[in-house]
């Protein structure tokens, strides 16, 4: 049981660069979530999604988008990359409604240049 | 003033202590709270949840909550180095199972 998968674990990208962090879960989890994490600053909520097709926007969603497919995947786009970009990327799924018990994928480091 | 305050830390204490961390927070329609460690370079894991007023203990972690008062704590008993890493805090807010994070406490335990 793999649980939450995130890949790449870590990337360089040059400013004005896109791409997509991928996120896969295997637990037929219905929530789904991408969280940012800045040296000192906490978690800070991205997107998520609900169920396959619904996304909605977090507290920070401004250059980034996101899908939801199927219930397994969840990438996130970067367009445009901006050193502000620079960050470690969390993706975490929950099971139900009500249930905030998260399971985090390793995380994606990247660094914009 | 932010959503879920949490002191930076670190806080140290020496092996076998308990360890005490606070977190205030300002949403009082939050009725569900959590307590994540993380060790440094890694990704956050569940050690407790609290959803009712009082106290909830497993194993050596007791997490402590008062909605009055608007904060929750979390205990560690006989505290081992293995405790040593980042604390954070977290409530849920809206729907969606969103979560809110504190910006956590570094605890260390020394030998």
């Known amino acids: 049981n793999a649980g939450v998968t995130q890949t790449p674990k870590f990337r360089i990208l040059k400013i004005g660069q896109s791409m997509t962090l991928q996120c896969t879960q295997d637990m037929n989890h219905n929530y789904m979530y991408w969280y940012r994490q800045d040296p000192g600053m906490g978690l800070k909520l991205i997107y998520y999604?609900?169920?396959?097709?619904?996304?909605d926007k977090g507290e920070v969603p401004n250059g980034y988008n996101v899908s939801r497919s199927t219930t397994e995947d969840f990438p996130l786009r970067l367009e445009l990359a901006a050193p502000s970009q620079t960050s470690v990327y969390f993706c975490?799924?929950?099971?139900?409604?009500?249930?905030?018990?998260?399971?985090f994928g390793s995380g994606t480091r990247l660094t914009v240049v | 003033q932010k959503e879920v305050e949490q002191n930076s830390g670190p806080l140290s204490v020496p092996e076998g202590a308990i360890a005490s961390l606070n977190c205030t927070y300002s949403d009082r329609g939050s009725q569900s709270f959590f307590w994540y460690r993380q060790y440094s370079g890694k990704s956050p894991e569940l050690i407790m949840s609290?959803?009712?007023?009082g106290d909830k203990e497993d194993g050596r972690f007791t997490a402590q909550l008062n909605k009055a008062s608007q904060y929750v704590s979390l205990l560690i008993r006989d505290s081992q180095p293995s405790d040593s890493a980042t604390y954070l805090c977290?409530?849920?807010?809206?729907?969606?199972?969103?979560?809110?994070f504190g910006t956590g406490t570094q605890l260390k335990v020394e030998l």
């Open positions: 977290a409530l849920s807010t809206g729907g969606g199972n969103k979560l809110t």
């Open positions: 975490a799924s929950s099971s139900t409604a009500g249930d905030s018990s998260y399971t």
């Open positions: 999604s609900v169920g396959a097709g619904i996304t």
């Open positions: 609290i959803y009712s007023n």
